[in-house]
């Protein structure tokens, strides 16, 4: 019976040690999601652009991080923009009873050169982020936002 159990427990800490590695180790593949882009570096900024004001969300800011390092006497070579979008009515939603992630908006899509040469767009994934919250928070960024995110970067993405 002592062999059993303690086997038992043995089994149990592996699995948990194996289980706890995998998700050291696909979790920061999960939380970000990059796709190519059919355009180029300019035309794909301005077409998500486009796609925030036509989905009713507004866009805050526009960085330019290579413009922004620079004034600080930093060199990066390939392009890189990160741009703010925010739609108010889930933003309240959220702030009303959550506003611990604050620090999560407003929400970002980067577009950058890849190292391949080609244009590439990264996000949160939010509809996973909405998930591992719950309740308010996984009501509107796993489900709205997600979904706006979603037609905001249809149009601009390329088959992988």
Same mark, same amino acid.
Not at 128 to 134: A, D, E, R, S
């Given at each position: 019976?002592?062999r059993?159990?303690?086997?038992?427990?043995v089994?149990?800490?592996v699995?948990? =040690?194996?289980?706890g590695?995998?998700? #050291?180790?696909?979790?920061p593949?999960?939380? !970000?999601?990059?796709?190519?882009?059919?355009? /180029?570096?300019?035309?794909?900024?301005?077409?998500?652009?486009?796609?925030?004001?036509?989905?009713?969300?507004?866009s805050?800011a526009?960085?330019?991080?290579?413009?922004?390092?620079?004034?600080?006497?930093?060199?990066?070579?390939?392009?890189?923009?990160v741009v703010?979008?925010?739609?108010?009515?889930?933003?309240?939603? =959220?702030?009303?009873?959550?506003?611990? #992630?604050?620090?999560?908006?407003?929400?970002? !899509?980067?577009?950058?050169?890849?190292?391949? /040469?080609?244009?590439?767009?990264?996000?949160?994934?939010?509809g996973?982020?909405?998930?591992?919250?719950?309740g308010?928070?996984a009501?509107?960024?796993?489900?709205?936002?997600?979904?706006?995110?979603?037609?905001?970067?249809?149009?601009?993405?390329a088959?992988?």
């Open positions: 019976m002592k059993i159990v303690i086997s038992g427990l089994g149990l800490l699995g948990a =040690v194996v289980t590695l995998v998700v #050291v180790k696909t979790m593949g999960m939380m !970000i999601v990059t796709r190519p882009s059919r355009l /180029g570096f300019e035309e794909t900024v301005e077409a998500v652009q486009k796609g925030i004001e036509a989905q009713g969300w507004s805050p526009t960085i330019d991080m290579n413009k922004s390092m620079a004034a600080r006497g930093v060199t990066l070579e390939p392009q890189v923009r703010q979008l925010c739609k108010a009515d889930y933003a309240k939603r =959220v702030l009303e009873t959550d506003r611990y #992630v604050a620090s999560l908006m407003p929400c970002a !899509i980067a577009v950058y050169e890849g190292d391949d /040469g080609r244009v590439y767009l990264s996000k949160m994934n939010t996973l982020m909405g998930k591992m919250f719950g308010t928070i009501e509107v960024m796993g489900g709205s936002v997600a979904r706006d995110e979603h037609a905001i970067l249809e149009p601009v993405v088959e992988k």
